[in-house]
């Protein structure tokens, strides 16, 4: 077969092939230039002589029909007479993997069907197999039958996103936020709690504040513990330049990348900069740009950013909960990668990235449903609060995260930088768009299911955060969604502890139910601390013993000092020395996620679900400073 035939979406024989060259060059669609040029890309980088042609904008859709029909010798497809209820007896996610689709009934015996690949006798038997009905095919893009499916699947699609693993298995779910137990169990604590206050105030204050110090201390203290391991290994899949460079480009597997966006005009342009430079054989590569429905400004910036061929905008039907992992659903539902991986609109992933996350799923086994890269930042430098960001991602990454893994513990993924084997993701329900932090969700449930969350030695180069209430807004998600995934999944204790062993267990109520309550203490303990040490000591003692007020104050002194010592263990791996000095100020960082903890907890009693929007491109900064 010729290489210069359209897209490797239609394929063909070789008779066919020269035929589609010479009607371009014949009716001056193309001139022989072009034609050089677009061959030499496809010998470079496997991208097929009609897509470059696409890109530079030499050839548009309507042209490709109208040539593909005429040497196919079909009708062009008409996408507006479609017969959706008889389109729905199949799958549309079967359609987009062998780019087909049947439009209508001719007869008893004939449908209608477009197709994007050449239309040749094996495939003809194949569809009728499936349709039980001779076929007539008519000629369309692989776009074409994408949006035709997109609208007709539409409600479907926007519903299966909503609530798949809500129909699956609702237990497991943040569509409720409590279950039924969970609120008589809250009800009768706080009865009780209320009815101490009222008997023995004293007594009852003193009990919570004990409670919670040893639960600040806790929290520390595993954080602490874990890092310290992951400082005695390096990361767990290390792989090498020579094992990268020793990768036949011709043996790899189809990858898709989704990249949900909303209200992300200003930099949608570098998104399709940062991702271009990818190193996969575009042949081989998908870029989902998802994009809100009623996002024109996003999607206006986006076509005019004059994206390669290879990106492509899956429109993301209207509907409720309007979150990113409900927009990721949607994407999986068009992947037809074997491997999959999230990024953010503002990220810089290491070219190399996708290779070496593949190299290690290679050696991890079925058993390993994800691959987690870190995530450094390009403006470290730009504020204070920039510089805070980096130093907490820094231990967070290089340290956390290779503790939990070299411990087999589960580990909550990042929002971004997420490689997972597309069908484990599948037959895991997805994401949970009704969790605000779907991701450290779904390292739990894969953690349960038996399933291992590696990570790589690459980066993921974002923006830091430099604004204060954009970090509000940002953090209270976080910490909002650890309190949904706390609620998910201590809905079945037992089964839970079952399932991931006793050690799992405890990692889960540490860290992620332990993350929140730690927080919410930061703030009652500093103005503890405070007023004990301001206070006339007479004063004081009257309504606090002082061995209270002493185990307040060494938990302030112990896990501040914790966090510091934590703090500036991040910059050593990434040669960021000068960021040292600056992790003396993070008792000052966790006011902030204090703060946000607070109207986390108020947002999960008022609007669970509500997604608090993270404002990118406010840096001056860029990567390449």
Sequence with gaps: MNDDYPMGNFGGTSKQSEAFVQLLLDEGLATQDQIREARAVKARSGVHIDQTLASRGHLDDATLVDVISRVWNIERAVMTHIDSDFVRQWSGQRYIAENWMPLRELDDSRVLVATARVPDSERSASIARTLQRDVVFVAATSAQIWNAILDVFGPIIADQAANELWNRNPVMSARTVASRGQKIGFLILLIVAVAALILTPVATIITMIALTSLVFLAGTAFKFFISLRGARFDLVERVSRSEVDALNDDDLPRYTVLVPVFREANIVAQLVKNLGSIDWPTGRLEVFVLIEESDHETRDAFDASSPPDHFQVITVPAGHPQTKPRACNVGLFFARGDYLVIFDAEDTPEPDQLKKAYISFQRGGDKTVCVQAALNYFNANENVLTRMFSLEYGYWFDYMLSGLDSLDLPIPLGGTSNHFRTDALRSLGGWDPYNVTEDADLGIRASALGY??????????????????????????????????????????????????????????????????????????????????????????????????????????????????????????RGSFSLVPWALLNPLYWVLHSIASYKALWQLITKPHYWEKTEHGLTTQNHHD
């Design 452 to 573: 291992r969350v590696g990570v790589v030695n690459s980066a993921t180069m974002e923006e830091a955060n430099k604004s204060i209430p954009n970090f509000i807004r940002q953090r209270s998600r976080w910490i909002k969604g650890y309190m949904q995934t706390t609620l998910v999944h201590a809905r079945r204790p037992a089964a839970l502890l079952g399932e991931i062993g006793f050690w799992r267990f405890c990692s889960f109520v540490l860290l992620i139910a332990g993350t929140p309550a730690t927080f919410l203490g930061v703030l009652p303990f500093y103005i503890l601390t405070v007023l004990s040490l301001v206070l006339p000591t007479d004063f004081v003692g009257q309504f606090f013993p002082f061995w209270l007020l002493w185990v307040c104050f060494l938990n302030f002194i112990i896990g501040s000092s914790i966090m510091v010592y934590l703090s500036m263990m991040g910059p050593f791996k």
